[in-house]
């Protein structure tokens, strides 16, 4: 008989422990909780984690086998991240060890190294120093890095060497072999001057900082209300700054576009310490190293975005969640968690604060702050000299749209541009028309695995859907009848960007939306060329909304806002509240004062007046009450069960089983809303229904789904169709 048992979470569909023997004739100190090993597993073997060492297993030792291999010889999971994952899988409901091996960086969940690199550094040697230059005249790129290293004159991480534009690791290993250069290694060198801002904080700001400052090492949730422009980011700087004097980490989560260089390099300008950053658009490599660091103490502060939540911290002493109310945070597929939520049992765990600034808070977020759960706190007012912008709606009902473009915005534009100022216009579609209507007969190009419209990208005169990805070229004819006159109807950033190249032929104009920012140095190009100065257009989608500070924009125009106000969705109109003011954000952030323009064919429209005439507060505390009484989240919970197949048969006869399960089972405080064909009926080729759960309290949504969700695979009818359970879905889609 063993001495001890392990409980691993094998990375696998599966909601449970598993049980397995040591290793033979090893002993229980080679074992860690949260330590990664391999496991056999079915015929194969499997990574998972060790979440308990325990003296019995309910199974037949007989029936047990030995783990392979101990990936580490210590956990790379504490106990606290432990308590938190687990606390998430059985929250969201999602198997323990996925949950796990998605918490944990892709090198370290495929079993690779928990090993920190040292960063190797690059100097000329006394003999590099003194080097005749003729000695290289014959290897002109050892020439190259030679004069490089000596223009340096201190050590340099390879990190310098691409801006090269050849292969220099050949070169620089010649100028190693001879004694020139000097290779040190080092964890990363962090020598930079930092500058001091030029003003001091105003009044709102202070009292923030100190209400955070005298609650280190205390558990709270602060919610910070601050316009756009308010200094946010200048009161996220100084409290980290203060958690740094106390020799503790700061973890500052972000939406994924608004984590730019730009704002990274302001953080680095200011901050003396060891920063690593986490997102999507760094290496396996990267993003490992930086857990690692945040993991062992050896980095002070990560900017990272929504995964970066689950980084395990050796001295956590401050979160920040900025946009709090993007629903980037919220995890789409697979493994669906609320990185806000995550944020704050997490900071509840570390018993640290935890800021969630906004300048449009979630209702979510306010609810929490009715029922005294965060503490609130405003900063009302634009820092500086900034003033707030003003807001004006354009009726269009009687307008005639020139183009899509009303005079009153096409006579501000110009006013704009003759000022030498910058103009945005937001749209809310990318390619160039979202419909493809043939004249004579009325056909419009569908997508063939979607129930949705092609969209037209004019200029490679293609059609695409946005949903499934799926493209093809636009057809000279009606397939239906065979007319060439095929048109265009209504409006994306392509067709605007169309209208006003033709109007201002002279102003230069950019298009910032996912197909022009594609490639990763496209948005940084975008930045420099608008911050030149000078008249110009900028036209892009909601990516223009988030955090850019562009200083010259004093006119935003919003070209399309009609179809936000009526949607099924209940939470559209949050969204649409939060995007115009994002959006008007982003005008007169500085001395110049700042107007936005909204064209609609619904002046009238209750979100739009309170809006414009109270702000988005008012508007928020409309739309909590009538979600109060409509019995809707936050003040209600819900679950959604999305089922898909080939074919509706399939998801159909699954449902109807689903159904006969929850038939005897008790449902009071339950509300069953479905199963209905999702909004999207067919999507990828893929037919998709939906089971919407809803409780008046946690608990009971909590109980019913423990009973329900594991008597679903077991199901014949389940092996046809994919299920997923959603909790607090922010997208009913
Ligand atoms: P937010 O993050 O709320 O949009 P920022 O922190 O980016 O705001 O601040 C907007 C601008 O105002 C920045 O250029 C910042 O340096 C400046 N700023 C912040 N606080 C102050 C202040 N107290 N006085 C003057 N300028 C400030
Ligand atoms: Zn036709
Ligand atoms: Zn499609």
């Given at each position: 008989?063993p001495?001890f048992?392990?409980?691993?979470?094998?990375?696998?569909?599966?909601?449970?422990?598993?049980?397995y023997?040591p290793?033979?004739n090893s002993?229980?100190e080679?074992?860690?909780v949260?330590?990664?090993?391999i496991a056999?597993?079915?015929?194969?073997?499997?990574?998972g984690?060790?979440?308990d060492?325990?003296?019995?297993?309910?199974?037949?030792?007989k029936?047990?086998k030995?783990?392979?291999t101990l990936?580490?010889?210590?956990?790379?999971l504490?106990?606290?991240?432990?308590?938190?994952?687990?606390?998430?899988?059985?929250?969201?409901?999602?198997p323990?060890g996925?949950?796990?091996?998605?918490a944990?960086?892709?090198?370290?969940r495929k079993?690779?190294d928990?090993?920190i690199?040292l960063?190797?550094?690059?100097?000329?040697s006394?003999?590099?120093?003194?080097?005749?230059?003729?000695?290289l005249?014959?290897?002109p790129?050892?020439?190259?890095?030679?004069?490089?290293?000596?223009?340096?004159n201190?050590?340099?991480?390879?990190?310098a060497?691409?801006?090269?534009?050849?292969?220099?690791?050949?070169?620089l290993?010649?100028?190693?072999?001879?004694?020139?250069?000097?290779?040190s290694?080092?964890?990363?060198q962090?020598?930079?001057?930092?500058?001091e801002?030029?003003?001091?904080?105003n009044?709102?700001?202070?009292s923030f900082?100190?209400?955070?400052i005298?609650s280190?090492?205390?558990?709270?949730?602060?919610?910070?209300d601050g316009?756009?422009?308010?200094?946010k980011?200048e009161?996220y700087l100084?409290?980290?700054?203060h958690?740094l004097?106390?020799?503790?980490?700061?973890?500052?989560?972000?939406?994924?576009?608004?984590l730019t260089?730009?704002?990274?390099?302001?953080?680095?300008?200011?901050?003396?310490a060891?920063?690593?950053?986490?997102h999507?658009?760094?290496?396996?490599?990267?993003?490992?190293?930086?857990?690692l660091?945040?993991?062992?103490g050896?980095?002070?502060i990560?900017?990272?975005?929504?995964?970066a939540?689950f980084t395990s911290?050796?001295?956590?002493?401050?979160i920040?969640l900025d946009?709090?109310?993007?629903?980037?945070?919220?995890?789409?597929?697979?493994f669906r968690?609320s990185?806000?939520?995550?944020?704050?049992?997490?900071?509840?765990?570390?018993?640290v604060?935890?800021?969630?600034g906004?300048?449009t808070?979630?209702l979510?977020?306010?609810?929490?702050?009715?029922?005294s759960r965060?503490m609130?706190?405003?900063?009302?007012?634009?820092?500086g000299?900034?003033?707030?912008?003003?807001?004006?709606?354009?009726?269009?009902?009687n307008?005639t749209?020139?183009?899509?473009l009303?005079?009153?915005?096409?006579?501000?534009i110009?006013?704009?541009?003759?000022?030498?100022e910058q103009v945005i216009?937001?749209?809310?579609?990318r390619g160039?028309?979202?419909?493809?209507?043939?004249?004579?007969c009325g056909?419009?190009a569908q997508?063939s695995?979607?129930?949705?419209?092609?969209v037209?990208h004019?200029?490679?005169q293609?059609l695409?859907?946005?949903h499934?990805g799926?493209?093809?070229?636009?057809?000279?004819a009606?397939?239906?009848?065979q007319q060439?006159?095929?048109?265009?109807?209504?409006l994306?950033t392509?067709?605007?960007?169309?209208?006003?190249?033709?109007?201002?032929?002279n102003?230069?104009?950019?298009?910032?939306?996912?197909?022009?920012?594609?490639?990763?140095d496209?948005?940084?190009?975008?930045?420099d060329?608008v911050?030149?100065?000078?008249?110009?257009?900028?036209?892009?989608?909601?990516?223009l909304?988030?955090?850019?500070?562009?200083?010259?924009v004093?006119?935003?125009?919003?070209?399309?806002?009609?179809a936000g106000?009526?949607?099924?969705?209940?939470?559209?109109s949050?969204?649409?509240?939060?995007?115009?003011?994002?959006?008007?954000g982003?005008?007169?952030r500085?001395e110049?004062?700042?107007h936005?323009?909204?064209?609609t064919?619904?002046?009238?429209?209750?979100?739009?007046?309170?809006?414009i005439?109270?702000?988005?507060a008012q508007?928020?505390r409309?739309?909590?009450?009538?979600?109060?009484?409509a019995?809707?989240?936050?003040?209600h919970?819900?679950?959604l069960l999305?089922?898909n197949?080939?074919?509706?048969s399939?998801?159909?006869?699954?449902?109807?089983?689903?159904g006969r399960?929850?038939e005897?089972?008790?449902?009071?405080g339950?509300?069953?809303?479905?199963?209905v064909?999702?909004?999207?009926?067919k999507?990828?080729?893929?037919f998709?229904y939906?089971?919407l759960?809803?409780?008046?309290?946690?608990k009971?949504?909590?109980q019913?789904?423990?009973?329900?969700?594991p008597?679903?695979?077991?199901?014949?009818?389940?092996?046809?169709?994919?299920?997923s359970i959603d909790?607090?879905p922010?997208?009913?889609?």
């Amino acid at each position: 008989m063993p001495e001890f048992y392990l409980k691993i979470a094998i990375d696998a569909p599966l909601d449970l422990l598993f049980d397995y023997l040591p290793i033979k004739n090893s002993s229980v100190e080679e074992y860690a909780v949260g330590q990664r090993v391999i496991a056999p597993f079915g015929r194969s073997s499997r990574i998972g984690v060790v979440l308990d060492i325990t003296s019995h297993s309910q199974l037949d030792d007989k029936k047990l086998k030995p783990v392979k291999t101990l990936l580490d010889s210590s956990a790379v999971l504490s106990k606290l991240d432990i308590k938190l994952l687990r606390w998430a899988a059985d929250y969201y409901h999602h198997p323990i060890g996925e949950v796990f091996s998605q918490a944990l960086p892709k090198q370290l969940r495929k079993g690779g190294d928990a090993q920190i690199k040292l960063i190797k550094n690059y100097a000329l040697s006394a003999q590099g120093n003194s080097l005749q230059v003729d000695k290289l005249k014959r290897s002109p790129r050892q020439l190259a890095l030679w004069t490089f290293l000596l223009q340096q004159n201190k050590p340099i991480t390879s990190d310098a060497f691409p801006c090269f534009g050849w292969a220099w690791r050949a070169p620089l290993n010649s100028l190693i072999k001879k004694g020139w250069v000097v290779v040190s290694e080092c964890l990363e060198q962090n020598t930079h001057q930092t500058i001091e801002p030029s003003f001091s904080t105003n009044v709102a700001q202070q009292s923030f900082i100190q209400k955070v400052i005298r609650s280190a090492n205390t558990y709270q949730t602060y919610l910070l209300d601050g316009v756009t422009g308010s200094g946010k980011t200048e009161v996220y700087l100084q409290l980290i700054q203060h958690t740094l004097s106390l020799g503790q980490q700061a973890l500052i989560l972000l939406p994924e576009i608004t984590l730019t260089p730009q704002l990274a390099n302001r953080f680095r300008q200011r901050l003396v310490a060891h920063m690593v950053v986490f997102h999507s658009g760094l290496s396996d490599t990267q993003r490992t190293q930086a857990w690692l660091k945040m993991q062992n103490g050896d980095a002070d502060i990560m900017l990272g975005t929504r995964s970066a939540v689950f980084t395990s911290m050796k001295n956590p002493g401050l979160i920040i969640l900025d946009e709090e109310h993007d629903t980037s945070f919220k995890q789409q597929e697979g493994f669906r968690y609320s990185a806000r939520d995550v944020a704050v049992m997490r900071a509840r765990d570390y018993k640290v604060p935890i800021v969630l600034g906004t300048a449009t808070p979630s209702l979510e977020s306010l609810h929490n702050v009715n029922a005294s759960r965060f503490m609130y706190h405003a900063l009302p007012e634009r820092a500086g000299n900034a003033s707030a912008p003003s807001i004006k709606l354009i009726d269009c009902t009687n307008q005639t749209l020139d183009k899509h473009l009303s005079p009153p915005l096409l006579k501000a534009i110009g006013a704009c541009l003759e000022k030498q100022e910058q103009v945005i216009l937001f749209v809310n579609r990318r390619g160039f028309a979202p419909v493809l209507m043939c004249r004579s007969c009325g056909w419009v190009a569908q997508c063939s695995r979607c129930d949705a419209r092609m969209v037209l990208h004019q200029k490679n005169q293609r059609l695409k859907c946005h949903h499934c990805g799926c493209e093809g070229a636009k057809p000279l004819a009606c397939p239906d009848c065979q007319q060439t006159e095929l048109f265009p109807l209504g409006l994306g950033t392509q067709r605007i960007e169309d209208v006003l190249s033709k109007a201002y032929p002279n102003t230069p104009l950019t298009r910032i939306d996912r197909d022009s920012t594609q490639n990763k140095d496209a948005m940084q190009a975008v930045i420099d060329k608008v911050s030149e100065g000078g008249a110009q257009i900028l036209i892009g989608t909601q990516m223009l909304a988030k955090g850019h500070h562009f200083p010259n924009v004093t006119l935003v125009g919003i070209v399309d806002i009609d179809a936000g106000l009526f949607s099924c969705d209940f939470r559209a109109s949050e969204r649409t509240a939060q995007l115009i003011t994002q959006v008007a954000g982003r005008a007169g952030r500085e001395e110049k004062p700042g107007h936005v323009l909204i064209q609609t064919h619904q002046p009238n429209h209750p979100l739009l007046q309170t809006l414009i005439n109270d702000g988005y507060a008012q508007f928020a505390r409309d739309a909590l009450t009538e979600r109060e009484h409509a019995q809707l989240p936050p003040f209600h919970y819900q679950a959604l069960l999305r089922v898909n197949a080939i074919k509706e048969s399939y998801v159909n006869r699954f449902l109807a089983d689903v159904g006969r399960l929850i038939e005897p089972m008790e449902k009071n405080g339950i509300e069953l809303f479905g199963p209905v064909p999702a909004p999207m009926l067919k999507r990828s080729g893929r037919f998709r229904y939906q089971l919407l759960i809803q409780t008046a309290d946690r608990k009971t949504r909590y109980q019913f789904l423990k009973r329900l969700l594991p008597q679903l695979n077991p199901l014949k009818s389940s092996r046809f169709v994919r299920w997923s359970i959603d909790i607090d879905p922010v997208d009913l889609y």
